[in-house]
């Protein structure tokens, strides 16, 4: 998230599209509330299906699951159109004045696709900008060059007219206009509009681009950096903007830190490569710094105990190009590759896309640690529906974990903002934090090494683990000496230069706290186990996450003593735009920071360099501006819209480019397996005819692994359900209550049916076409009539149903490759009715 | 931690309001029942489920969760919760939750309860010849990726931040790639 939670009450229009908060995020409806009361703003939301948040909205339109670029295309045709668009901010804060290679192809002139397209993958150079003698980027101040950013995306836009954006997302062309018109209004310097998204977009196989599609809007209509604006990537869990800041993915190194690849052998090679390079004069380029994150990152991991070069050559790297993300981690596992899996804190057999695959890939691994709070489909795999565990050689270890409220630390929410939790109890008989497990495991496979030896051992057994002390048989983990080791230390005496102040030197001893990532260095002195926590504990106040100050000195709810949040406590990302060249306020009621003549005043500034000094505010950006035009996607400078993989309809109607041309198909030869299938790619298949999504109930989190368990949970939300329009309930003989069969070319999943005019069907160039949702917290563990062993756990409250996921296709997004759970294709009928 | 006075009287004040409300006791009767927090000792956490980041007051006396209830003093929540973060309670009082670490061994057909010590030794063991049989040092190409192919791991935004920190840690020093959690799916 850009901005924050509290921020949503500072909004003018508040779009809801690719979220549901009034089900998913309940308690951020005060927010949303809040402005509708205080400030008369309107809530637009578009869903496919009437959900609780368009029940609350002043207008909502329905869209067929998998259009949102076409919707949002229309958006961006209408905002060029009627010049609703914030010219000052777009002129001077992004690249739309920057000229592009005139080689390059938009795909309205080469048949849906870029330029560059060849064998599966786009080879960029056409997608370059133009440069003078200098490497300057050429820009034409007026935009009105042909190759300008601007005009392209003018042009690129020009064919997403209402009627046939219209035809592509069966919206009725007036709740088009109406739509666009109510947020195009925020493109006033005094009006803010925020997008509140979450796996609604992301879960697609355009998933990436759907959310830099509303970026091109908010930057066409100044809302980025503003109060009440921005994107809201509102997230599933509670941490998983803290998991993903600390690089729980194959991808990243904790900071965003690319992970080294094996074509940089060195530390020097992989800092030179992956820090960015820029021309441009008044450009900040924050970046540049990355050599100091990477260094301090690796002092995290080993202190002192390797040299800098050492410890870059000892960690993994990756195979240049190659993937290890989820969907690539099954197929592999059902292949054979795997002969260990650590599924912690995670329930895969009920959270991956086509759930069998992943079942069925549990019994290819010798060995499965399983760490949980309950009893779960993932743990017992091997005794779940249609496995034979006579058959099954995969050793398991499912070890109970403390609940959130028995042991102590941190998590981020998507405001990014920091908090602490206490103790309160101890966890149950011998359940133990999930740090003290893995502490121990880590000793127990160190020591095994130092005895034993084995490849590359230097790697773990150098690894530094000051986190905690033995306490009885027990190692016991102590979370506050992790929060200093990701904030950092200084490891040498030093005397360093302010880095906002020239000339101005400060003395660190060995041991003290890095102050702000700002003062960490490139020469091994200082650690930081994640840079953009530096500055969260400090020498006097402790640690920063633990502040309960609710003061509002700006009163738009920044309320900056209320615990932390990266970067540096700052609130609202890109503040820095909030502003004019000279500083002042955009909007001067609602100023995030402002000039005083002296210093910045309100929220930490970010990017913003003394007024009238002409520093562009995006300094995360190399050339310093956002980017309306974004080159460094693997699908596309501009979003466009695809077809999702498994689809209603025979043809794009925008191109004859059908899907998405840069994602990775499972189902090709020497690609997946033998499960992988899909529907209705080539051709409409009349065995799955309906449009299926998956999404969550208030009552439930996630596959239901925790509330499942809670009987109060479970009272509320019994099982899995099929919501069915009163249209195609009655075509299909469906009634209230029936049990019913849901079905995709991967499997089934029995539903009870809830026939609803929340669902109506779409009118999709002339034919009738009708989607289904279902929720996916059920599993089959915790339903009556499993068979149950002595001393197996029984909910007090059964459910009834299985995962959703059973259905969903094995098709990622081409950047993220997170799978399409939002728009596949499946078949409902009358339990008992063939 | 200490809950601010001002939170404190706010917190009691809805307390008595929802027990007026939701439970139909003659006046006498209601005048004479004690908060279930009396005596508690409070400690703030906040709600493990979506992203928003409630705080949540819990109540133990004994040793045992009495109660929990939305945090006043939040500035996000402002002491509200909606029906999974008005639940914690039954997160810690609930007769389901593991409490022994299982082991199940290839082909059983059941559960076995297994010590701790066994268990970290069992699972470092199958580590170590999982990690020293998969390890590449280098890969086609010859260049150094010193790598352990043979294991993956999933999870998690389940944990906090610190946990994340060194879990992390700990599979890239065994030389783990195939490192995956929530935000993937």
């Known amino acids: 998230m850009t901005n924050h939670w509290v921020d949503f009450k500072n909004s003018d229009v508040i779009l809801i599209m690719g979220s549901n908060p009034a089900s998913n995020h309940p308690v951020s409806w005060k927010w949303i509330q809040e402005a509708v009361s205080t400030r008369n703003a309107k809530i637009i939301c578009v869903d496919p299906r009437f959900t609780q948040s368009a029940s609350k909205a002043h207008l909502y339109a329905p869209l067929r699951s998998g259009t949102d670029i076409a919707f949002l295309g229309g958006m961006i045709r209408y905002i060029l159109e009627n010049k609703l668009y914030f010219e000052e901010y777009i002129r001077h804060y992004t690249n739309a004045t920057f000229l592009v290679n005139p080689a390059l192809k938009l795909p309205g002139d080469n048949k849906g696709v870029f330029s560059g397209f060849t064998n599966g993958k786009y080879e960029k150079d056409t997608w370059s900008y133009q440069t003078d003698g200098a490497g300057v980027i050429r820009k034409d101040p007026t935009m009105k060059h042909p190759n300008c950013v601007f005009q392209l995306l003018k042009k690129h836009y020009s064919r997403y007219t209402p009627e046939l954006v219209s035809k592509i997302c069966g919206t009725p062309v007036d709740k088009l206009l109406e739509v666009y018109k109510l947020y195009g209004s925020t493109g006033k310097p005094d009006r803010a509009g925020v997008d509140l998204y979450a796996m609604g977009w992301t879960q697609h196989t355009v998933g990436t681009q759907n959310i830099r599609t509303m970026c091109i809007i908010q930057l066409l209509l100044g809302n980025m950096g503003i109060a009440g604006g921005g994107v809201a990537a509102m997230r599933g869990e509670s941490n998983v903007q803290g998991s993903t800041d600390h690089g729980l993915l194959f991808h990243i190194w904790p900071g965003y830190l690319g992970t080294p690849t094996a074509s940089l052998p060195t530390l020097k090679a992989y800092n030179e490569k992956r820090t960015p390079k820029t021309k441009e004069k008044n450009s900040l380029n924050w970046w540049k710094n990355f050599p100091k994150y990477s260094a301090s990152f690796l002092r995290s991991m080993y202190g002192m105990n390797m040299g800098l070069e050492e410890a870059y050559a000892a960690l993994p790297k990756l195979d240049d190009g190659a993937n290890y993300s989820w969907l690539q981690i099954f197929d592999d596992m059902y292949k054979g590759k795997f002969t260990g899996f650590f599924a912690w804190g995670m329930n895969p057999a009920c959270s991956g896309a086509h759930s069998n695959k992943v079942r069925q890939a549990l019994t290819k691994v010798d060995w499965l640690v399983n760490v949980n709070l309950f009893d779960n489909e993932t743990g017992s795999f091997w005794r779940g529906p249609g496995m034979d565990p006579a058959k099954i050689k995969t050793e398991v270890f499912m070890l109970p974990c403390a609940a959130s409220i028995e042991k102590e630390g941190s998590i981020a929410n998507s405001g990014r903002l920091q908090q602490w939790r206490y103790k309160a109890v101890n966890p149950p008989e011998e359940a133990l934090p999930d740090g003290d497990i893995m502490s121990e495991i880590f000793f127990k496979v160190k020591e095994l090494y130092e005895k034993k030896g084995g490849p590359n051992k230097e790697a773990l057994t150098k690894l530094t683990w000051p986190y905690g002390k033995m306490a009885g048989k027990h190692f016991h983990y102590d979370p506050r000496k992790v929060a200093a080791e990701i904030n950092g230390f200084f490891l040498a005496d030093k005397k360093v230069e302010n880095p906002t102040k020239k000339g101005e030197f400060k003395e660190f001893k060995k041991g003290d706290l890095v102050p702000t990532f700002a003062w960490l260095q490139d020469d091994g002195s200082t650690s930081s186990g994640c840079w953009v926590y530096c500055g969260s504990v400090t020498p006097d106040k402790g640690i920063l996450p633990m502040r309960r100050d609710t003061a509002d000195p700006t009163g738009l709810g920044l309320t900056p003593g209320w615990a932390w949040s990266w970067p540096v406590n700052r609130r609202i990302i890109y503040n820095g735009a909030s502003v004019d060249l000279n500083g002042n306020p955009w909007d001067p009621s609602r100023a995030v920071i402002k000039w005083n003549g002296e210093k910045w005043t309100g929220d930490v500034p970010d990017g913003a360099g003394d007024p009238g000094k002409g520093r562009p505010p995006f300094i995360m950006k190399p050339d310093g501006v956002a980017s309306l035009y974004g080159p460094g996607l693997a699908d596309g400078p501009f979003p466009e819209h695809y077809e999702p993989l498994e689809c209603p309809i025979e043809k794009n109607l925008l191109s004859p480019q059908k899907n998405n041309p840069a994602i990775k198909r499972f189902d090709k030869k020497g690609v997946g397996s033998d499960l992988d299938v899909y529907s209705g790619v080539t051709s409409c298949d009349p065995r799955f005819p309906f449009i299926c999504s998956t999404y969550r109930v208030s009552e439930h989190w996630q596959t239901g692994v925790l509330t499942r368990w809670c009987p109060w949970l479970a009272e509320m939300q019994p099982g899995m359900f099929v919501e069915v329009g009163t249209d195609l309930a009655k075509e299909k003989g469906i009634k209230n209550g029936d049990k019913c069969i849901v079905s995709s070319a991967r499997g089934e999943v029995e539903c009870t049916a809830i026939v609803t005019p929340r669902f109506k069907p779409f009118n999709i160039d002339g034919n009738m076409i009708h989607e289904i949702g279902i929720p996916w917290h059920f599993g089959w563990i915790t339903t009556k009539d499993r068979t149950y062993n002595p001393g197996d756990k029984k909910a007090e409250v059964f459910t009834h149903g299985d995962s959703a996921n059973l259905l969903v296709p094995t098709i990622g997004d081409a950047n993220t490759m997170i799978p399409e759970s939002k728009a596949f294709m499946a078949n409902v009928v009358k339990k008992g009715v063939k | ?185």
Request: proline content about 3%.
């Open chain 2, 1 to 185: 931690m200490n809950v601010s006075r001002r939170g404190f009287l706010k917190l009691s004040g809805a307390v008595a309001a929802v027990s007026g409300l939701g439970i139909s006791l003659k006046p006498a009767a209601a005048h004479a029942k004690e908060l279930k927090i009396k005596y508690a000792k409070e400690t703030t956490t906040v709600c493990p489920y979506c992203s928003v980041g409630c705080s949540i007051i819990v109540s133990v006396r004994d040793g045992k969760v009495v109660n929990t209830e939305g945090d006043p003093d939040s500035p996000i929540n402002k002491g509200s919760l909606c029906s999974k973060g008005g639940s914690i309670y039954q997160m810690a009082v609930n007769e389901n939750r593991l409490g022994k670490p299982l082991y199940r061994a290839p082909f059983a057909t059941e559960w076995k309860e297994v010590e701790w010590e066994w268990a970290f030794e069992k699972i470092a063991e199958n580590v170590k010849k999982s990690r020293d049989a998969s390890f590449k040092k280098t890969n086609a190409k010859g260049e150094l990726v010193n790598r352990t192919e043979g294991i993956a791991s999933v999870g998690s935004a389940a944990m906090d931040l610190e946990e994340c920190f060194t879990y992390q840690k700990f599979l890239r020093g065994l030389g783990l790639v195939y490192i995956e959690h929530q935000a993937r799916i």
